[in-house]
């Protein structure tokens, strides 16, 4: 299934989750102590039930392709780039189901000067890069670890208290694909 790619904007996002960044309609407030010199802006809610940790992930472009995608019902998963490199994330909208809506999957450029938290329970693939080395801060909680670790040595799924990841593909027979953009470095 042929993905096409859409701009990360706040009203695309919406089903899924929030663009973190200077986002039109969020008004930053100044901070008492700095004469006005520090603002800072609300776009996000981030909750979590568990400890929360800080991760860098270290990313090299990797083909368009969703084998499989994840969901998260105790925190509100972050990924925030470093350096101003653009990404793709591809995300369908929560749900009650065991699987993501096939028919909401969607595909999101963002340009690397803003990030995004998800809704609990939006299903999602790892951020792909669109050139090599580029970071994103990860923000998420302690247990999706130990959720990952569990993974089903047969099926390579992986299920826990915070964590539902499923093999798109094995399920469904859809593999979701996209040309992932050659970076110009103009």
Known sequence: MELAIEVATPEALAPFGQVIGRVDGVTPVSVDFYKG?????????????????????????RPGEVRYMERHFQHTQAFLPLGGKPFIAV????????????????????????GFAMHLGTWHEFPFAIED??????????????????????TEEAHG??????????????????????????
């Not at 970071?135 to 047969?154: E, F």
């Not at 208290?161 to 103009?186: C, S, Y």
Request: a negative charge.
């Open 37 to 61: 010199a520090v603002k800072m802006s609300y776009p996000a809610r981030f909750t979590c039930q568990h400890p929360v940790e800080i991760t860098v992930a270290h990313m090299d472009r």
């Open 91 to 114: 995300m369908a909208p929560p749900s009650e189901d065991d699987l993501p809506d096939l028919s909401q999957v969607r595909a999101f450029r963002f340009d690397g000067s803003a």
């Open 133 to 154: 080395g580029s970071d994103l801060v990860v923000v998420l909680s302690s247990q999706t670890g130990y959720d990952l670790k569990a993974k089903d040595a047969l």
């Open 161 to 186: 208290p915070d964590l539902d990841k499923k093999d798109i593909v094995a399920r469904t027979g859809h593999v979701f694909r996209f040309q992932i953009p050659e970076h110009n470095h103009g």
